[in-house]
């Protein structure tokens, strides 16, 4: 099965083309403001390289937020709309889903936090099953980060948070880092990963019910009604 995965929601652009788990290419820029105008361009030449058509995809994978709100926005809509013109599936994933793949042998459950603006942090508890992080409950918006810090005793990622952007939030107890890549941005190989596993399991909606996860709670709350 060939997956294509598409990752925009930190502002970045990210494709991984997999091939029954192995990664045929990967491409990962900082392209912010010319996502929209790169996409397609880009994921022809990763194509041609390898040399398959956009036929040769069974499925599609993107990251589906909390992130930047243009970044989510755009590449979701190019994900729905290829997955809608071949007919094929399309497995959206939490954005710290995919942060939490970057944790390798975690002794305990752990905790991903993603800093939004100022205070504000979406939360998500995790332990590893069979070298995947696996998600416990829902992920939490949490407007007050400054209090909850100090709770946390366990493991913590923290992504987009610390003391020189963010002074007024202590740092936790115990703090994780990627150990699979040092970058500000996961590796969009990890975001096929974890999708690859959503469709293995079914785990995944369907099509009619794949929605944008914004930074800014209203404004999802807003796409969903």
Excluded: W
Excluded at 49 to 62: E, H, Y
Excluded at 106 to 121: K, M, S
Excluded at 146 to 164: D, F, K
């Amino acid at each position: 099965m060939t997956l294509l995965a598409i990752d925009t929601a930190f502002g970045q652009l990210g494709y991984c083309i997999s091939l029954d788990g192995e990664v045929l290419a990967s491409h990962f820029a900082r392209a912010r403001r010319s996502n929209s105008r790169l996409l397609l361009p880009t994921l022809d030449l990763l194509l041609s390289g390898i040399g398959l058509q956009k036929t040769d995809i069974s499925a599609v994978i993107v990251n589906q937020g909390p992130g930047s709100y243009t970044g989510v926005r755009i590449g979701l809509s190019f994900a729905k709309t290829f997955a809608q013109v071949f007919g094929i599936p399309l497995v959206p994933v939490p954005s710290l889903d995919v942060l939490a793949a970057q944790v390798e042998g975690a002794p305990e459950p752990f905790e991903v936090l993603l800093n939004c603006t100022r205070q504000e942090l979406f939360r998500a508890r995790y332990e590893g099953k069979e070298g995947i992080p696996v998600r416990l409950g829902e992920i939490e918006h949490v407007k007050d980060g400054t209090s909850l810090l100090p709770e946390l005793t366990g493991p913590v990622l923290l992504h987009r948070l610390n003391s020189a952007r963010n002074p007024q939030l202590p740092e936790p107890e115990n703090p994780l880092h990627p150990s699979r890549n040092s970058d500000s941005c996961p590796d969009p190989a990890l975001l096929n990963q974890v999708g690859a596993a959503a469709l293995r399991q079914g785990t995944f909606p369907d099509f009619d019910h794949v929605h944008p996860l914004y930074v800014k709670q209203e404004v999802t709350n807003a796409t969903l009604r």
